[in-house]
């Protein structure tokens, strides 16, 4: 999972121009240009990073998405197989080995890995579980170890939810700056047409 906070954009393309000024001359990567044709270019390659980086965003948002549907899934597996209480006891009816086993294997194969290794219960399931001279897992979990499962996921699932918001406030921000940007880009652009068609009128 990776944390918003050190999310950046370094794998959208991102571009930068050199300005540089001999004179009353000004060149971009080495091509002379007006004042107006240089400024044209940077707010030019400022939207152009602007929406790689939104669109990095945007994909950052739907993996975090569907993390937390994959965890909201799992979740709701676990709270499926917690025993109910009997007699007013807790450890009782204890989730069969076959259940939990058999749900474990049909999660990895829909998504290419156990919930328990993203989802903060792998170290607690071989604390409860054992292992056949088969080479396999064999679990059988009581309310209480089911409980504290159910405990471990949601908070989980309270993280992928924090990470969502921090995500999507990101690219809120980015998004209201692109969009800024592009409208300056366009005034300039009109700004510099009108301009020359007022020199072109005079000549």
Sequence with gaps: MTDPANFNTSSAA?????????????????????????????LSQRVENLDNAVGGYVEEMAKQNEEAKQCNEWLATLRSLRPEKQ???????????????????????????????????????HSKGNYSNTGMWSYAFTQTDMDQMLETVKSQQSTFSTNQSMVQLRLEKLSHALSEVQQLSAALEKELYDTSQQVISKT
């Design 14 to 42: 991102t571009t930068h121009a050199t300005v540089t000024v001999k004179g009353s001359h000004f060149y971009v990567n080495g091509q002379e240009m007006s004042l107006g044709g240089v400024l044209a270019t940077l």
């Design 87 to 125: 007699d007013g006891k807790v450890n009782v009816n204890p989730c069969t080995q076959n259940s939990y086993t058999s749900e474990r294997h049909l999660f990895q194969q829909k998504y290419g890995y156990y919930p328990e290794e993203k989802f903060g219960t792998l170290q607690f399931i």
